[in-house]
């Protein structure tokens, strides 16, 4: 009996080597025929897709096809994003959320032997949100009333966004503006004119597609003050002490003061007046009809200037009080 292995060997295999082999054994006169099929592995060729780019709505499912030639030997077929795979099959279904917005998406086709990859771009319409949602200061503004309030937010939406307003608080609305800032990228305007102290507090408005929208607020804030007297009146040739506190959760040590004499919103004098912690002291004497005016009371440092309390002064003569 004779033992041993025979071994064909072709080099620079090719397609034009394909077909049936056959090995002739001849063992104690016995004639054994051994046969192989031999055929070239096929690399995987996928059909190639109508768009590179898909669209898809935020919340709304999509469905990403992907086929290939039947080829030797058969291929496995998965999708995969960010190295990542998603699906062993020929399509994948899911519902997207505004962080698979320009996703890359690859077909994968491997038989061992070859890989295709086929990749498509999602382009995702996204309803808007707000950039930088975490920063909460941002929804809060310091006011003074019966001043306007500039207020601006920054949207991220997909197409330019329409803005509305929605709960007002009490004060004067004014419109939206909608400016694009970047690609996708807008910055919403608009002023508040808080005429009273009711009028502080939340102001709700909507940002919205035609995707879907949401809402949001901007809350007004005034720094509390106490004024004394309320409401000031001087006697011709006496005087007066006016008093302006304010209550801040920082210190007030870093803070200087000032009053304004003003009429119709033209200053005609200043005075730097006298400042105790959080109070300034103003003391008007021998009050004549020269000292008739609007009095404010003025706190500011190199960071901030607050106008606190617009104070009215009138003057009487001391037969008519």
């Not at 890359?104 to 995702?124: D, G, K, M, P």
């Not at 007004?220 to 011709?236: A, D, E, F, G, R």
């Not at 506190?245 to 009053?259: C, G, N, Q, R």
């Amino acid at each position: 009996m004779t033992i041993g292995n025979y071994i064909l060997r072709i080099l620079n295999f090719g397609n034009e080597n394909d077909g049936l082999y056959q090995c002739d054994s001849v063992v104690n006169g016995k004639l054994t025929i051994y046969k192989v099929k031999v055929k070239s592995a096929e690399e995987p060729i996928l059909k190639k897709p109508d768009t590179e780019v898909i669209l898809g709505n935020e919340g709304a499912k999509v469905i990403l096809e992907c086929k290939a030639m039947i080829v030797f030997p058969p291929v496995d077929m998965h999708w995969s994003t960010d190295g990542h795979i998603l699906t062993s099959s020929q399509s994948y279904t899911f519902t997207p959320i505004r962080n698979d917005h320009k996703r890359i998406f690859t077909c994968i086709a491997n038989n061992t032997f070859y890989e295709t990859r086929r990749s498509i771009q999602l382009v995702l319409q996204y309803k808007p949100y707000e950039l930088d949602r975490g920063n909460i200061d941002q929804h809060i503004y310091e006011v003074e009333l019966g001043k306007p309030c500039n207020v601006s937010i920054e949207i991220s939406s997909y197409q330019k966004p329409q803005t509305s307003w929605a709960t007002n608080a009490g004060g004067k609305l004014g419109v939206w503006d909608v400016q694009k800032a970047s690609e996708e990228i807008f910055t919403l305007f608009s002023t508040i004119v808080p005429e009273r102290s009711s009028h502080l507090g939340r102001y709700y408005f909507i940002v919205r597609n035609n995707i879907g929208s949401y809402k949001h607020y901007i809350e007004l804030k005034s720094t509390p003050v106490l004024l004394t007297p309320p409401h000031p009146i001087c006697n011709i040739s006496s005087h007066i002490d006016l008093e302006c506190a304010i209550t801040l959760e920082e210190p007030t040590s870093s803070f200087s003061t000032m009053w304004l004499h003003q009429i119709n919103e033209i200053t005609l004098r200043t005075f730097s007046g006298t400042k105790r912690e959080n109070c300034s002291f103003l003391q008007i004497s021998f009050c004549d009809n020269r000292d008739a005016g609007d009095y404010v009371c003025k706190w500011s440092t190199t960071k901030k200037n607050i106008r606190l309390v617009f104070m009215l002064l009138f003057m009487v003569r001391k037969n008519e009080v």
